[in-house]
């Protein structure tokens, strides 16, 4: 099997019936989709293994994980006995792709880039949709964040939150509201 065989946004239910999974992005991009415990760095296939690197905020050094799967039509099949275990099925992607300026460099900084749903009723009810940190960003950072194109809701406003930080204290942070969600690349955001 070959990667693009399984590139794509893959989702199954959560215990709360929520739609959650991971986006195997075509340049081996790893993104978890809306699932808060852990961070996507990269992903890879070994044969009949998906292997991919994931941290946590508590842990931040990538930890590599081997996962067995199998492909049935349009869905994949984890049969690993990890969280990540069980059916996930294709879903159609709508990908929010943009750059950040960082314009104070320094050593280890992490860039959070994570789009929320809001509720105009209540900032309880705030939706995480996608996330994705990346470590030691470049002054220009390119970002890809992807959405599940059935599950957008056009009735409610979305917030982009950036957040520049050396892992203890935030640097810079910018909060960009979208009333409905831009079709293609955002133009290039100062943090």
Known sequence: MKPKDITGLWLKA?????????????????????????????????????????ATEQVPSPELSELHYSLKGDNLIISEGSYFNGEYQRAAVQILCGSVNILQQADDQQLSITLIQEDKKSTINQKLISRKVIANPETATPFTLAIASDLINDKQPYRLLLVLSDGRTIISRQSIEYTKLPGQCVAPIDL
């Open 14 to 54: 959560s215990k709360n019936g929520e739609p959650e999974g991971f986006y195997l992005g075509p340049q081996g991009d790893l993104q978890l989709y809306n699932i808060f415990s852990w961070l996507g760095e990269s992903w890879g296939i070994e044969g009949k293994s998906l292997l991919w690197l994931t």
